[in-house]
């Protein structure tokens, strides 16, 4: 079985300050993990995925995220948090193993808002 | 550049009505799932179908039946639609298992039951 938390339902950062979206999992097997993001009123795209290569992950937009197994985290970053940024972001885990890969497990959400 | 499309955007349903969400992606993939977002809640897995021919329950099936007839369409449908049906319905469709393969997903499909 899997799990994620995500720690903080809503975070409130400075244009141009630090972005940190804590994420928290709870797997059974080596896992493999997502972050999406969410824009208004559109679907989910996919922002990085830990697939148990490198334990730092770039993703799109500047945003990194570092697999730490002691610490089962996967937490999100960005040095300067821009407007755009402005969303909600999902963590994911799924299970690397045969018999259950097809599940993806989401946390709750985090909604970002970038004040100016 | 389709992806995976869903229709209709938005729709206001009766209680006891029944209606179809459909689904359709272009991208060959074997994968194919249904999820349901509620507020606060994340997205909660409906139904997936890892082939034509094959849909299994995921965590919230109660309510919605699936159909695998196509690689490229899986339609969703909720048959006697009840309030707590209320939600955002999301497809997507993965060109395998998610073990590590990225998960496409369609613009959602906004559902009001009254």
């Known amino acids: 079985a899997q799990s994620v938390t995500q720690l903080g339902s809503h975070v409130s950062v400075s244009e141009g300050a630090l972005v940190l979206l804590r994420c928290n999992y709870s797997?059974?097997?080596?896992?493999?993990l997502f972050w999406y993001v969410q824009y208004p009123n559109q679907g989910l795209q996919l922002l990085l995925k830990?697939?148990?290569?490198?334990?730092l992950v770039k993703g799109i937009n500047g945003f990194e995220a570092e697999f730490k197994k002691s610490e089962t985290s996967f937490h999100l970053t960005k040095p300067s948090a821009h407007m755009s940024d402005a969303a909600e972001y999902f963590c994911?885990?799924?299970?690397?193993?045969?018999?259950?890969?097809?599940?993806?497990?989401f946390g709750k959400g985090t909604l970002l808002t970038v004040n100016p | 550049n389709a992806g995976v499309t869903q229709t209709p955007k938005f729709r206001i349903l009766k209680i006891g009505q029944s209606m179809t969400l459909q689904c359709t992606q272009d991208?060959?993939?074997?994968?194919m799932y249904w999820y349901r977002q509620d507020p606060g809640m994340g997205l909660k897995l409906i139904y997936y179908?890892?082939?034509?021919?094959?849909?299994d329950k995921g965590e919230v099936p109660n309510g919605y039946n699936v159909s695998r007839s196509t690689t490229e369409d899986f339609p969703l449908r909720l048959e006697l639609a009840a309030p707590s049906q209320t939600s955002v319905y999301f497809c997507?469709?993965?060109?395998?298992?998610?073990?590590?393969?990225?998960?496409?997903f369609g613009e959602g499909s906004w559902l009001t039951v009254v």
């Open positions: 997507a469709s993965s060109r395998q298992g998610l073990s590590g393969n990225t998960i496409y």
């Open positions: 797997s059974s097997v080596p896992p493999y």
């Open positions: 830990y697939t148990s290569a490198a334990t």
């Open positions: 994911a885990v799924s299970l690397n193993s045969g018999g259950s890969n097809y599940k993806l497990t």
């Open positions: 991208m060959n993939h074997n994968y």
């Open positions: 179908s890892v082939g034509a021919g094959i849909t």
